[in-house]
């Protein structure tokens, strides 16, 4: 029986680090186990010009507490205004491995986002050419589409038309949460990628609505009915380079989410390693674990791995906070519902 795993240390490639007083409190979160993460960039004001993100790693930099290290990989909030000429050059110098597209209304803070796929053409078509990914909030937006099926029909609406429109365009599919999701992922080539969260290998929607409305459980995309959760694990598990880790870890204080109106979104970056390690043993997957933390998704950015390495051990059930505490107000930690008995090591 194995109880022990070492693996490169992993990336991030989906994270919310917002800013000020949660950007100080929820970093050392990721930073003790991670050593990169994809940065979303919808922060109010968004992240929308080089000059926003160069801003913004600074101040991400400067809240990283001492003896800490941390890369942040910066992108930018795609807007209709967006100006080809200043995402080539902030991807030129290096300063953003990605761009973010928002449908206008799908998700928190996406209001800056897109309307009209028209408007964003001549930037898609530089991205095309350098070769910068779009990272997709895959979920159309329209009031009569019920929300469980809005991945589904954004594949079929949206992303399928933009990346036909697009030859060469690299695309991840952020946080897939539907069969249909692992479906074109796996339909689709070495241009498209797809990230897969914690938390969706671990609930379904049932976790949210049954025995009283549990709003720490609701994110978007939402959780779906139990079919789609095992479609994820099995790709998650699979080894395919194109499933990678992106967290989706997204804070918001506790008065937020239990609220009348809650926000959407689930803080796991404190026990991600943990519950991923016991997701992956129950799938008979642990070797292939590293693949999906640690390797597909610098492969798909084309990164290097990262050299360092971390060490999980398999043993008594571990402590980590409920909540973690933030100048922001309490931050509710994800809570999967079993016991987490591996333990990232120091
Ligand atoms: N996933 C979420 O439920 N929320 C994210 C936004 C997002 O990734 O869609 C957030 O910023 O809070
Ligand atoms: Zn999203
Ligand atoms: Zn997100």
Request: hydrophobic share 40%.
């Amino acid at each position: 029986m194995t109880d022990t795993l070492s693996l490169r240390r992993p990336d991030d490639m989906h994270l919310h680090l917002r800013d000020g007083a949660m950007l100080e409190a929820v970093l050392p979160e990721t930073a003790r186990h991670f050593a990169r993460a994809i940065i979303m960039p919808n922060l109010v004001p968004p992240v929308v010009t080089a000059r926003d993100a160069a801003a913004y790693r600074d101040r991400i930099m400067a809240a990283l507490p001492d003896g800490m290290t941390f890369e942040p990989l910066m992108t930018l909030y795609l807007t209709e205004a967006t100006d080809p000429g200043d995402v080539a050059a902030a991807h030129a110098s290096g300063l953003i491995k990605a761009v973010k597209l928002y449908p206008a209304g799908a998700t928190t803070n996406s209001q800056s986002g897109v309307r009209d796929f028209d408007k964003v053409r001549g930037v898609l078509e530089t991205m095309a050419e350098i070769g910068l990914p779009l990272c997709v909030h895959g979920e159309v937006t329209a009031s009569e589409v019920d929300i469980f099926d809005r991945e589904a029909v954004f594949i079929e609406r949206v992303l399928d038309p933009v990346r036909r429109g697009t030859p060469g365009l690299r695309v991840v599919m952020e946080h897939i949460t539907t069969e249909e999701g692992v479906a074109y992922a796996r339909a689709g080539g070495d241009d498209l990628g797809a990230t897969i969260t914690t938390h969706h290998l671990v609930i379904n929607r049932n976790h949210i609505l049954a025995g009283g409305i549990k709003p720490h459980y609701y994110c978007l995309p939402v959780a779906k009915r139990e079919k789609h959760r095992l479609a994820l694990r099995e790709a998650a598990t699979s080894g395919e380079p194109r499933f990678f880790l992106g967290t989706d870890s997204a804070p918001h204080a506790d008065h937020l989410k239990e609220h009348a109106c809650g926000c959407a979104g689930c803080f796991t970056a404190t026990n991600t390693l943990s519950i991923l390690a016991h997701v992956f043993e129950e799938e008979n997957a642990l070797d292939r674990l590293e693949a999906f933390t640690s390797l597909n998704g610098a492969a798909f950015y084309r990164l290097a791995p990262n050299d360092a390495r971390i060490r999980l051990t398999k043993g008594p059930a571990i402590d980590y906070p409920a909540k973690i505490e933030t100048g922001a107000g309490p931050v509710t930690v994800f809570d999967p519902g079993f016991p987490l008995n591996w333990k990232v090591e120091d």
